[in-house]
Each structure stands twice: as structure tokens, then as C-alpha cells.
T-cell receptor
Framework: AQSVTQLGSHVSVSEGALVLLRCNYS??????LFWYVQYPNQGLQLLLK??????LVKGINGFEAEFKKSETSFHLTKPSAHMRDAAEYFC????????????FGTGTRLKVLA | EAQVTQNPRYLITVTGKKLTVTCSQN?????MSWYRQDPGLGLRQIYY???????DKGDVPEGYKVSRKEKRNFPLILESPSPNQTSLYFC???????????????FGPGTRLLVL
């Protein structure tokens, strides 16, 4: 069965500092991987996705993630945090065949300190 | 404007009183899905639909029903709500198929449900 684990339910960074949000997946074959962002009182918005093309994926708002098969990871990074990045971030996975089920992680709330 | 709409946005009900949460999308998407979001548990998929009259269970389907009679609508039905179904519910849709372009789900604004 597939699963995703997000390490750290809360992460705080200073404005201008590196953002690193961790996601590890469990799957017998490399799945499709996603990062979504949820701003307060809103629905989710796709940040970026990996679908077996380039392993370094660039998304919106300056975020990027690298798929590392050897580490079964898909960590989200941004070189310089902005106040507007404060939100909850979810990693998600879907098998590449046989099912259209999506599995989401438990989320990481990012706080950006002035 | 391309969007997924949900109604109602907020609902308070009592145990056992049947309710329906509607979801509609105007993007001609084949795939639609329902999720519930609970603190510390993230999002969990309830049901999804690949197209009209085609539905399948997600990870937490117990206590819920869905139907897909029209492409644009995917209502979520709670026939006998219980307090453990108090949650924030999201509907989502996307184009059918796989690949970079197709793998983008568009989420509605959410429906906050309280079952007393």
C-alpha cells in the first residue's frame, strides 16, 4: 500500500531563509508525487507535481522539489521565504497505474518569522 | 471563471438527519473526488469518479454515498450522519488521464460540517 510521511507538523523559518519541507513516500514503484498549498480558510492549490519526467520539478511561487528514488523522498524547497508563504503544505502520491486513489500526508504548517 | 463550487459552505446538523453536499465544476472534467480534512490526519479521500456513472471508493468511504449522473455534478450524501463525520470536506476535479498536464486537481472552497 502506498503512503506518504511528512516530517514535522510545524516548521518555522525566518523571512529570507531557506524553506525545506520533507516528504517521504512508500511505494513499490515510483508514483506520481505532488505538493499542494492551503492558505487559511481556502481550498488546496497545486504547487508542483512529478510524473516521471525531470527529477527536479519547479513549481509556482519559487518552490521546487527533487524526486530522489534512492531515498524515496520528494522534499519541497524554496531559497528565500516570504511572509506570504505562511500556509499549510501537503505532500500527496498517486500510483501510476491501476488506481486513481490519492494519498495525502498529514501536512506541515509553515510559519515565517519577520 | 473556471471553478469548483460546493454548497453549503457551512452546515450544522444532528445525528441521523440525512444531508447532501453538492459539488459542481464548469471545466468539463471527467474526474471528480471528495476528501475530508481533519486536524493531524491531513486529507483523506472518500470517493472518486472517473466519469458519469463510474465511481470508486477512496480510503474512508464508510458512512458516505456518492452519485455521478451528470458530468459536472458529484454530490456527497450522508444518509445517517454521526458526530465522527464532523469535518471539513473538499471536492476536487481534474481532466481524465495521466501525464503532466492531466495531473492537476482543482479544489473547491470546502464545506465545514458539524454533526451534533
Amino acid at each position: 500500500a502506498q503512503s506518504v510521511t511528512q516530517l514535522g507538523s510545524h516548521v518555522s523559518v525566518s523571512e529570507g531563509a531557506l524553506v525545506l519541507l520533507r516528504c517521504n513516500y512508500s511505494s513499490s514503484v515510483p508514483p506520481y508525487l505532488f505538493w499542494y498549498v492551503q492558505y487559511p480558510n481556502q481550498g488546496l492549490q497545486l504547487l508542483l507535481k512529478y510524473t516521471s519526467a525531470a527529477t527536479l520539478v519547479k513549481g509556482i511561487n519559487g518552490f521546487e522539489a527533487e524526486f530522489k528514488k534512492s531515498e524515496t523522498s520528494f522534499h519541497l524547497t524554496k531559497p528565500s521565504a516570504h511572509m506570504r508563504d505562511a500556509a499549510e503544505y501537503f505532500c500527496a502520491v498517486r500510483a501510476t497505474s491501476g488506481t486513481y486513489k490519492y494519498i495525502f500526508g498529514t501536512g506541515t504548517r509553515l510559519k515565517v518569522l519577520a | 471563471e473556471a471553478q469548483v463550487t460546493q454548497n453549503p459552505r457551512y452546515l450544522i446538523t444532528v445525528t441521523g438527519k440525512k444531508l447532501t453536499v453538492t459539488c459542481s465544476q464548469n471545466m468539463n472534467h471527467e474526474y471528480m473526488s471528495w476528501y475530508r480534512q481533519d486536524p493531524g490526519l491531513g486529507l483523506r479521500q472518500i470517493y472518486y469518479s472517473m466519469n458519469v456513472e463510474v465511481t470508486d471508493k477512496g480510503d474512508v468511504p464508510e458512512g458516505y454515498k456518492v452519485s455521478r449522473k451528470e458530468k459536472r455534478n458529484f454530490p456527497l450524501i450522508l444518509e445517517s450522519p454521526s458526530p465522527n463525520q464532523t469535518s471539513l470536506y473538499f471536492c476536487a476535479s481534474k481532466i481524465s488521464g495521466t501525464g503532466l498536464l492531466q495531473e492537476t486537481q482543482y479544489f473547491g472552497p470546502g464545506t465545514r460540517l458539524l454533526v451534533l
